[in-house]
């Protein structure tokens, strides 16, 4: 080694060797999203020690180090070398960022912090979105605002990341209990560091060893915010475009930098322009306090939010999120698809009554659209088609279905493939069951109408039902019921809208219905017969993955036809109700009033411990004001596909609970789950369980909570008939 090599380039060949010695210790995941170096893979080290070597031949060889010699093989080398320079931890990984922004986009607003005005319409932010030349936006809100700014902040960062264009954010996170902490509030220096690294991200061509010498030493050094600030100046003459979002929530002392940044960017901003005039780089600061726009600047501008405005119309109308951008803004980009194209009407009706709506040209829908082509939507008056031959006798039908809502029945019956006439099979004598009766698939099927919920009805309909169809063979419960959430992240964790199948069955009793009301234990009484040989042998074939996936193709075939139904009141009823709807609540905190003034018995009901009144247990929790930060965090819901939602639908196996109560309580859902290992709670299965071969197949349309709706309903009896059709074909 000679004295003639420089300083920079010393610190650079240290760091590198520093780097590629960390193999061997495998540092644990921290919580935090930050990627630690140990937890980076062998490719990345040998890369290290490929570059350190190849550095380190050249002084060798000279005494002098000839740098412009040796370029990058991989442009990542840049910012990664770069984000683990001493004392630094390491970087904000893009899939833990880009999760953040699709999870915190979707958080409820709390209702107590409507809109007062839609962000998304300001001509600012067109203007700024679509400016021809770097510009600040200042965005700033008041402390009442501070979810709505928040969420923004996450919306538009998803929506440019959605459009491939290049992007660093650092948004505020609003904090939900029993989640794991998010990095933030962080060091405003640390925030600069990780939009810098985030910066360096979309520098896609660069390799010059020389660059990464110089960013290796600025990283290095760099201590206080002016000194980041000249980092990120460095890195924005490496880029041709980028978005800048931060939201100065996440800062320990955001008042200070709301005072600064705004003119520290512009000057930077400045700098960049005279020194590379094509680069574009427009910068968003959010803020809840004053923001001071530069002096003199033009480039600047700034949307004052107005306050709050807490009618309850304004929170019901909070419009998708996805129309707000115009798309004459977006241009060249891709916005995402409003939601609302999923349920367009269908052009052709009168040719083509069904399976309009072949989302995926490519997709299992398309190639099995042909054969299914014959589905007649339509209930009444539809005539054999195709292969199924109608039945002579009563007796040769083999598949009973029960249902007992009309909305689980509706399902069910527009997934038949004919309708058989009921009066062509006289009953029994002492039938009283109504039956509609046609095929699916292969397969003639009765479908009973339970008349109304619960055990001893179901168990009536069962009985009489094979009085007059005594060939029965396997007895199918169709419809919806209440889901345990099971652990985010896990296997068991379990949406609304997904399916569970019965793999046993236990039979609940519980005491009470709400929480505080009636006694509160809630007992397992007793567990029901084992299941049918047949019908566990099929089911431990479905769980092998080519057998889920099929039912999966399958269901996701059904609900797609459901989803096409003629009538546009069913088809609006049949969509998915969006994942921002799927709300859970932390299983102790209750659907009630939460202050005096909302209540007319607060002495008596919702101001007192464990007390709900009436009135709260009919309203809706929006109405309530139930808090989004009493939410649990879900891992699903944050790794949720915004397009095609229902493609997420997941189906589980396990062991259902049946009651004769509807469960609503977190508490109690919890307690028994995990004593009992149940997946849902319904009830009607106790009731068919012990009458012969029976598969309970439910959706999930509630969380079994106080703080349940019927908003999910249809849409739950809709993905159930499906999975119902793609059981059967599978079946025998
Ligand atoms: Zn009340
Ligand atoms: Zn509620």
Known sequence: MTCSVGFKETNLLNELRAQSECIARKETLQATGITCLGQLD????????????????????????????????????????????????????????????????????????AYGDDIW????????????????????GSHDSRGRSGIFGAELADHIADT???????????????????????????????????????????????????????????KTCADWFKVICDVFYLVSELYIIIDLGIHASSADAAKTWPSKFHTILEDVEAISPETIIRVMIISCRPLDVPQNSVNVSKIILRKPNVHPDLIRNRHSKQARIPPSLWQAYQPPKPRATQVEAPKSQDESPVLVNNHSPNGPANETAAQ?????????????????????????????????????????????????????????????????????????????HIPSMGKSKAATASSQCRTTFTGIKLSLLVGICGGVPGEPGSEGERLLGDVVISEGLVQYDFGRQYPGFFKRKATVQESLSKLDAAVSSFLARLKTAEYTALLLKNTHHYLDALQSHPDEKRRLQYTHPGIENDS??????????????????????CGTLGGVC??????????????????????????FEKQGQERNLTIHIGKL??????????????????????????????GLWDHGPCMVIKSICDHADCHKSKRWQSYAAATAAACTKGILEQWG
């Open 372 to 448: 299914n082509n014959h589905i007649d939507m339509g209930v009444a008056g539809s005539v054999a088609k195709d292969c199924i031959e109608k039945p002579a006798h009563a007796r040769e039908f083999t598949i009973a279905i029960f249902c007992a809502l009309p909305i689980e029945a509706d399902a069910v019956l527009s997934l038949f493939d004919a309708h058989w006439n009921q009066h062509d099979y006289s009953k029994a004598p002492g039938d009283d069951n109504c039956y509609s009766i046609g095929a699916i698939g292969r397969h003639n099927v009765v479908l009973v």
């Open 164 to 222: 491939k264009k290049p992007v660093a954010y650092m948004v505020y996170k609003p904090t939900l209990p029993g989640s794991c902490r998010p990095p933030f509030p962080i060091e405003e220096a640390e925030v600069l560091r990780h939009l810098a690294i985030q910066a360096l991200q979309t520098v896609a061509d660069c390799t010059s060893v020389q660059v990464l010498t110089d960013l290796v030493e600025s990283f290095s050094q760099a």
């Open 121 to 140: 319409a300001h001509p600012q932010l067109s203007s700024w979105i679509g400016a021809g030349k770097s510009s600040i936006l200042l965005l700033q």
């Open 42 to 113: 062998e490719g990345y080290f040998s890369a290290v020690r490929d570059l350190c070597r190849a550095l380190e031949s050249l002084m060798d060889d000279s005494g002098e180090p000839r740098w412009t010699a040796v370029r990058l093989e991989d442009t990542s080398l840049l910012w990664k070398i770069a984000s683990f320079c001493k004392p630094h931890a390491g970087f904000l990984d893009p899939c833990f960022l880009r999760q953040q922004v699709k999870y915190i986009s979707n958080v409820r607003l709390d209702p107590f912090e």
């Open 584 to 605: 859970l609540y932390q299983p102790f905190y209750l659907h009630k009033h939460h202050e005096k003034s909302q209540c007319s018995s607060w002495e008596d009901d």
């Open 614 to 639: 009436e009135e709260a247990i009919e309203s809706n929790c929006d109405s309530l004001g139930c808090e989004y930060h009493q939410l649990i965090q879900r891992w699903r819901t944050q790794n």
């Open 657 to 686: 609970a049946s009651g004769d109560k509807v469960i609503k309580s977190g508490e109690d859902r919890d307690r028994v789950a995990l004593e009992e290992k149940i997946i849902a709670f319904e009830m009607e299965g106790a």
